[in-house]
Antibody
Framework: EIQLVESGGDLVQPGGSLRLSCAASGFTFSTYWMSWVRQAPGKGLEWVANIKQDGSEIYYVDSVKGRFIISRDDAKNSLYLEMNSLRAEDTAVYYC????????????????WGQGTLVTVSS | DIQMTQSPSSLSASVGDRVTITCRASQGITTLLAWYQQKPEKAPKSLIYAASSLQSGVPSRFSGSGSGTDFTLTISSLQPEDFATYYCQQYNNYPPTFGQGTRLEIK
């Protein structure tokens, strides 16, 4: 069974930092692009960042460029999101998501999702 | 960025009803469109990809159609477990973008 389990969400002050983790199991993690998608309370879904299988390509939504860093550790079957200079508008549930195949052609099609972890940015 | 617009934003229907949700892209996206279902406090669940392909395990009462800029999600006979929020998403262009969601409520 494919599983994605996020952790690391917390209450943090504006300007603070946080590191999210996503533990993957049930598939060969190293062969897939991986993404983070977020959802602000009561709002819709927003893609945040993704990373290629070997980490050689990384992309971010404009609103987090220069503040967030996506990374992966294939030996640990884990995906990470380091979040710096956090703002109130970063408050959201953050989901780890995987595409349906390994080709990369459809890396933005999210067939599998974790349960999410809540990040709250507030003083 | 491509804007995805869903209509209606909310919809009330009864068990057994046939329901259609529309999604329009601000520019052509071929058939690279997905539909997701989300229940309260749960993660989104993939229902349909490539505009009309059903994910494994998704009931056949769900169907999708469309290409270019106009797409539809149809539920042929609503079941109690179908009351949820539905999102469309384009994955033809970078960055991927989602519709604002359609909340399907029990009448």
């Amino acid at each position: 069974e494919i599983q994605l389990v996020e952790s690391g969400g917390d209450l943090v002050q504006p300007g603070g930092s946080l590191r999210l983790s996503c533990a993957a199991s049930g598939f060969t993690f190293s062969t897939y692009w991986m993404s983070w998608v977020r959802q602000a309370p009561g709002k819709g879904l927003e893609w945040v960042a993704n990373i290629k299988q070997d980490g050689s390509e990384i992309y971010y939504v404009d609103s987090v460029k220069g503040r967030f860093i996506i990374s992966r550790d294939d030996a640990k079957n884990s995906l990470y999101l380091e979040m710096n200079s956090l703002r109130a508008e970063d408050t959201a549930v953050y989901y780890c998501a995987r595409p349906g195949d390994t080709s990369g052609s459809y890396r933005y099609r999210f067939d599998y999702w974790g349960q999410g972890t809540l990040v709250t940015v507030s003083s | 960025d491509i804007q995805m617009t869903q209509s209606p934003s909310s919809l009330s229907a009864s068990v057994g009803d046939r329901v259609t949700i529309t999604c329009r892209a601000s520019q052509g996206i071929t058939t690279l469109l997905a539909w997701y279902q989300q229940k309260p406090e749960k993660a989104p669940k993939s229902l349909i990809y490539a505009a009309s392909s059903l994910q494994s395990g998704v009931p056949s009462r769900f169907s999708g159609s469309g290409s270019g800029t106009d797409f539809t999600l149809t539920i042929s006979s609503l079941q109690p477990e179908d009351f949820a929020t539905y999102y469309c998403q384009q994955y033809n262009n970078y960055p991927p973008t989602f519709g604002q969601g359609t909340r399907l409520e029990i009448k």
